[in-house]
Each structure stands twice: as C-alpha cells, then as structure tokens.
C-alpha cells in the first residue's frame, strides 16, 4: 500500500507560482512512477505532468510545457509540482498519484492522494 497526501496549494494571483509537495508513505513506494493530475470544477480530471522513479523520464500536458516542473527526492519519499507564471485556468483541484510507470494515462495510477486546491485570479 502507498499512501500519499497532498499540499501547497493557496490562492495565487495570475503570474505567480506555487509548489505542489506530494509526501507519500508505505513499504512499496520504492520504483512507483508519480503523476500530477489536475480537476477544475465541471471539468474531467486531466494529466499534468509525471516522472518516472528514477526522475529520468518526465512529461508533461502541452499546456503547462514551460511553466510547470515536476521532480522527486526519494530519500524523502516527496515529489514537487513546481508552477510558475499560472494562469487562471490553472484552477483546480490537484492530485498526486502513483503508478508502476510514467504514463499520462490516469487509469494505470493505483494510488491516489486526496487533493490539494489551487486558486489564480485574475
């Protein structure tokens, strides 16, 4: 079992950053993949960026290229979502997962973390 647990997340203005730290616990974490997906209100929940255990291989959706970083510390059992210059519609709810590997494909994570918000106004 992997447990993971979510935070960070605030109200930002437009232009501004946020640090997503996701802390995961449990035995097996050791080899998990870890993705960031993301859900705004009305909307499916949608891939935002992964990394593979060894932080070798990322991804990234097309519209957080750029802005968006993601990376791990496995000493620490911690992965980061780094967001600068957010944009409005980057308002969502956003969840860490874990996966045996780096996919944007959210069906393959088997664990999921409960959720941080994240607010940018205009």
């Known amino acids: 079992q992997v447990q993971l647990v979510e935070s960070g997340g605030g109200l930002v203005q437009a232009g501004g950053s946020l640090r997503l730290s996701c802390a995961a616990s449990?035995?097996?974490?050791?080899?998990?993949?870890m993705g960031w997906f993301r859900q705004a209100p009305g909307k499916e929940r949608e891939f935002v960026a992964t990394?593979?255990?060894?932080?070798?291989?990322?991804y990234y959706a097309d519209s957080v290229k750029g802005r968006f970083t993601v990376s791990r510390d496995n000493a620490k059992n911690t992965v980061v979502l780094q967001m600068n210059s957010l944009k409005p519609e980057d308002t969502a709810v956003y969840y860490c997962a874990a996966s045996l590997t780096p996919t944007k494909d959210q069906n393959v994570y088997n664990y999921w973390g409960q959720g941080t918000q994240v607010t940018v106004s205009s």
């Open positions: 449990g035995r097996t974490f050791s080899g998990y993949a």
């Open positions: 990394i593979s255990w060894t932080g070798v291989i990322t």
